[in-house]
């Protein structure tokens, strides 16, 4: 209820309403943004657009459904959009020396490497790989519908996806293989 | 390996789902400035807007004062007269102008080529066709302003000596007629009656069984007038005694008459 008086009130173009909102929204939008870019100034850049055209578009939101998972659409579909705007620049990363993990619990690595590791590990990825992976695991798209936002083949898709799971496996084993090195040698 | 892979999905989706980092302090300002902006444009737009309106208004507005005033310019009673003047005259004019017909100078009256007698005024000329036909409107201001301002009945011959003698003639028709006429003009405007005239209109009158009276000096000035022309223009007797008792129906008839007489080539 309070969130609806809110949201009418930054449909009015109440500021303070306004501040409210991205207070309450912007640390979990940013951390989206932050895995759906490279750096910690683009996921800014994310963010920035996100809230903007969140402000702008708020009167079309109908309360029909969840308001976070609103505003989580918009960024997603604003770092897609900033990915579609940079993919000249996008340089093709060459995926080779792959390494296999030992298959230990994932609590475990996550209590070894740490969110922001993972986070990094992500980030990473090159960046038609990061969003596919992110759509893929985190927005629990299929490949079709990937393949549509995207204006990919489904294939691709799923290559993609592929790919970018394996780095990001080698990536975790080499994080567990210096962690565990440092583990002894302390 | 897919197991691992599997492994790697969940374990990213486990470490990062619910993950929430603070952004800068400054994203909220950068926004809130891109805001600004937005309704800085929106304003902008909102009086362009209203700058065309005003225009359009001011245009609308302008018309309607137009309007009104001319309305009011329409509606004033002293121009209203006036205009209904002008627009009586303007629907006289596209007939034929009768209002200066005591002027006979200003009547044009021909015969062209194919025996089409042309009546009017040099702007209004009204063409009849035929030899006899007399532009029934000329006849009917005649007896309208005959009934209005009955005139002297020497005037009335006079005009109509004028009009006759205004006519264009040939020179061989006037040699030829100079010995044979009387002189009209001279019958009518001098009034003594010549022992000749009296002869013949004692005839015409035996023929026609009119009652002359006997004081017929002043009274019978149309007499004098006629008598003479009916001869000159050898009309029959029993249709001049029927419209003898009507001046203006005579004076038509004549009209007509020499009009279309044909020993008279009118040019």
């Known amino acids: 209820m309070q969130t609806k008086a809110l949201i009418q009130d930054c449909v009015e173009g109440d500021r303070h309403s306004q501040n409210k909102l991205y207070e309450q ?38 309360f029909d459904g969840s308001f976070e998972g609103w505003i989580r659409k918009i960024m997603v579909y604003t770092a897609i959009a900033n990915y579609k705007a940079k993919l000249k620049m996008h340089a093709v990363i060459n995926i080779d020396g792959m390494e296999n993990i030992a298959v230990i619990n994932n609590e475990d690595i996550i209590s070894q490497l740490g969110k922001k590791e993972l986070l990094k590990m992500v980030q990473a990825l ?10 893929y695991v985190f927005e629990g798209l299929k490949h079709r519908e990937i393949a549509v936002l995207l204006g990919i083949s489904e294939g691709t898709s799923k290559s993609n996806l592929f790919d970018a799971k394996a780095i990001l496996q080698s990536a975790v084993a080499n994080s567990l293989k210096i962690a565990n090195q440092n583990y002894s040698n302390g | 390996m897919d197991k691992n892979l599997h492994n790697i999905e969940d374990l990213f989706r486990k470490g990062l789902e619910d993950n929430e980092e603070m952004p800068p302090e400054n994203s909220w300002d950068r926004i809130d400035k891109i805001l600004d902006k937005d309704k800085v444009i929106s304003i902008h737009k909102k009086y362009v807007r209203l700058k065309w309106v005003s225009i359009l208004l001011l245009f609308f507005l302008a018309g309607v004062g137009m309007y009104v005033w001319n309305t009011r310019k329409n509606n004033n009673p002293e121009k209203k007269g006036i205009t209904i003047l002008k627009k009586e005259i303007k629907s006289k004019n596209n007939k034929v102008d009768l209002s200066n017909w005591d002027n006979k100078t200003d009547v044009e009256k021909r015969v062209d080529s194919t025996n089409t007698i042309v009546v009017g005024n040099h702007q209004n000329p ?84 009119i009652n002359i009276p006997a004081h017929h000096e002043g009274a019978m000035d149309v007499d004098k007038i006629l008598l003479p022309l009916i001869q000159f223009h050898s009309l029959p007797v029993n249709e001049v005694k029927s419209s003898t008792t009507d001046l203006i129906e005579t004076k038509k008839l004549l009209q007509a008459t020499a009009l279309s007489k044909p020993n008279l080539k009118i040019e």
């Open chain 1, 126 to 135: 090159p960046p038609m790989y990061r969003i596919v992976f992110n759509l």
């Open chain 2, 126 to 209: 009204v063409k009849e066709i035929g030899h006899t036909k007399i532009d029934k409107n000329i006849l009917n201001t005649e007896d309208k302003k005959s009934e209005m301002h009955p005139a002297p009945k020497k005037t009335i011959a006079s005009s109509i000596t004028k009009s006759l003698s205004s006519l264009p003639v040939s020179k061989e028709s006037k040699m030829s007629e100079e010995n044979t006429k009387p002189d009209i003009a001279k019958n009518l405007l001098n009034s003594p009656i010549t022992k000749q005239e009296k002869k013949i209109e004692n005839k015409l009158y035996n023929e026609s069984n």
């Open chain 1, 25 to 62: 929204y912007a640390p979990k939008m940013f951390a989206i943004c932050m895995r759906y870019s490279k750096s910690r100034e683009e996921a800014e850049d994310i963010l920035q657009d996100g809230f903007v055209q969140l402000f702008r578009s708020l009167h079309s939101f109908k």
